[in-house]
């Protein structure tokens, strides 16, 4: 594993009790930052806190109050907050648009968009009052290409995309640099939320003929994560075994 400098810094993960989250969580960590770890399973959140001697933090990232709340104890802590990377999501039910639960739309987007926006207003004052910061926000493909049967995730991921060039528009110059991650399917619990006629669709659809691991994107975050991403902002990395390269 390469290393990364991230000595001294402070980094936000929520997600954290599993997943591209807890990947990003060991990573970093490895890396030398100091870990405020967010994420609603409190069981699994422990573990990687454990893992990595971050510091849990039970919650939802669609309670704008714990979300505050959360930051601003991260910041009191450490004086600082640095880094923060939106790995919080859920897949929600597979149904076509017809038979979609209006209940289950709004629950995706709440957590996938809502979420991020939450988090990102939370932190960014801490940032920009600092000079630095670095956010990661975790999109997908499906925003670039909509999965079918799956309009609610594609949608909230596309929100995630745009949220990211509005914000990182918004801050340049300030220090604090916005970028997002496109993965293509990666191996992560996740997968037990969609069918496997879903997860064979977009297996189908990569070039590489694989899912993509979430020690690989972990890598990329990391990168992203540092002060060598200095010319890198609003802007939409894709990972995702050749299936879109634009």
Known sequence: MNQIDL??????????????????????????????????????????????????????????????????????RHGRVDILVNCAGIAGDIAPVAEADPAEWRRVIEV???????????????????????????????GKEG???????????????????????EVAGSGVLVNCITPA????????????????YMVERIPLGRMGRPEEVAALIAWLSSEECSFSTAAAFDLSGGRTTY
């Open 147 to 169: 999965n079918p049967n799956a309009a609610h995730y594609s949608a909230s991921k596309a929100g995630v995309i745009t949220f990211t060039r509005a914000l990182g528009k």
């Open 7 to 76: 000595k001294g810094r402070v980094a936000v993960v929520t997600g954290a009790a599993s997943g591209i989250g807890r990947a990003t969580a060991k990573r970093l960590g490895a890396d030398g930052a100091a870990l405020e770890l967010w994420d609603a399973a409190a069981e699994g959140l422990a573990e990687t806190a454990d893992s990595t001697g971050g510091t849990a933090t039970v919650l939802s990232v669609a309670d704008d109050d714990a979300v505050a709340a959360a930051a601003a104890a991260a910041a009191e």
């Open 185 to 200: 399917v990666i191996d992560t619990a996740i997968l037990g939320q969609v069918t496997e006629a879903q997860v064979k």
């Open 112 to 142: 996938n968009l809502t979420g991020t926006f939450l988090c990102c207003r939370a932190v960014v004052p801490h940032m920009v009052r600092s000079g630095y910061g670095r956010i990661v926000n975790i999109a997908s493909v499906a």
